[in-house]
């Protein structure tokens, strides 16, 4: 299958020179019309709809920047390159203002001719890329929340669905930042509960001190500072969807007090003397591999047991590289509203860049990643430049190798970033296991959220 040639409108009032310039591009594989004057050119563009545009700037009915503005107000996106030869610096900025792709001086220079044909070629693949994946996200870039549509992630809306159909627990795993608060949210909506609240509540986040009350509630004078009657999160849950996150971090003396409430169906608060039943359907999340964290001693067995009916597990962002450009794209249009710029998305360079890295944070880590490039970036293209250090270093994962390889630091790397890969790299050889990465860099849990929370990873 042959790829059409990008069609070249040539517009100059000097005969020889079209004819010239006509045969030049055409040997490079160009098709082209040409055009004597700018009213002519702008006729052109409506019958033969050229993709670049190349104006002379001195003509006798319209000047090449009279013409170039016309054409912007058009189509915006069209690249048009003006030459000429009275160039001054004063033309060239304003040419360039008004949104010409280059300004070139007589005698041509083909060589750079041809350098800024091509690079007028790439922002229109880019361009048509980011439309392509801008109308794929609007028909079919995902389910629900989340976006993506490769085979992996297929499975996964499958599942999704089974899980929903039924009111059985279920333990969703995958590594930090793979979105299982999303997959929850997304059983609870396709389920017979979507009526009812979700509650999620996340035993890594909360003090060990409070986690008992938090999940049980308490009554007034059950301790110090409780001043009054507080529901927990069974009874807030009630007729809807309760989500335990990061289970394997809830203290092991509040773990059979959990499995009696989940068998009983009823919970006491602190300092209460009656019970009160509920109906919640309760799903757990973990990061880690919970049959580990049962074998480790951090999540008891009858307790797992108790939850595990359904397991769904959310494969990391390295296993569905495929989704990167709907995710990249996906963002930009999110962050865009935010932060009211108007970026288009990764040029070809940034978006390579994004491809190649591992992405140990997942979608967390590639959101926060996209949105220091919106931001930077304002308007336009993603470029190199707009992407942190590590992600343009090159190494594919932020520095850190893969597991069981030195960690090869290049010379004058930063503390601050040295220590950052040391973390990511002890975080992927246990399995995203805090408690235990924590124990190896000599550190504690605290520590290492502190530092996770800082990289944009927490």
Known sequence: MTTAATKVLVVDDDEAIREVLAARLQGWGYAVALAASGEEAEVQVGRERPAIVVSDVVMPDASGLELLSRLKAGDPHRPVILITAHGTVETAVEAIKEGALDFLTKPLDHDKLKATLEAAEREIDTRSRSRRLTDQLAKQGGFLDFVGTSAPMREIYEHLGEVAATDAPAFITGESGTGKELAARAIHRLGRRTEGPFVPVNAAAIPK???????????????????????GCFELADGGTLLLDEIAEMPAELQPKLLRVLEDGRVRRLAGSTEHAFDVRVLASSNQEPRAAVAAGRLRQDLFYRLNVFTLHLPPLRDRKGDLPLLIQHFVATLNDKHGTAVEGPGEEALALLEAYSWPGNIRELRNVVERAVVLAKQGWIEPSHLPPY??????????????????????????????????????????????????????????RNKLKAYGLA
Not at 401 to 413: I, R, S, T
Not at 416 to 429: D, H, K, N, Y
């Open 391 to 448: 992600v343009r270093s090159g190494d594919g994962a932020g520095g850190a190798p893969a597991a069981g390889g030195a960690l090869n630091l290049p010379p004058g790397v930063t503390l601050a970033e040295a220590e950052r890969r040391l973390i990511l790299r002890t975080l992927e050889e246990t399995g995203h296991n805090k408690a235990e990465t924590a124990r190896r860099l000599g550190l504690d849990v605290k520590t290492i």
């Open 209 to 231: 001190e409070l986690m008992e009350s938090e999940l049980f509630g308490h009554e007034k004078g059950a301790f110090t500072g409780a001043t009054g009657l507080r529901r």
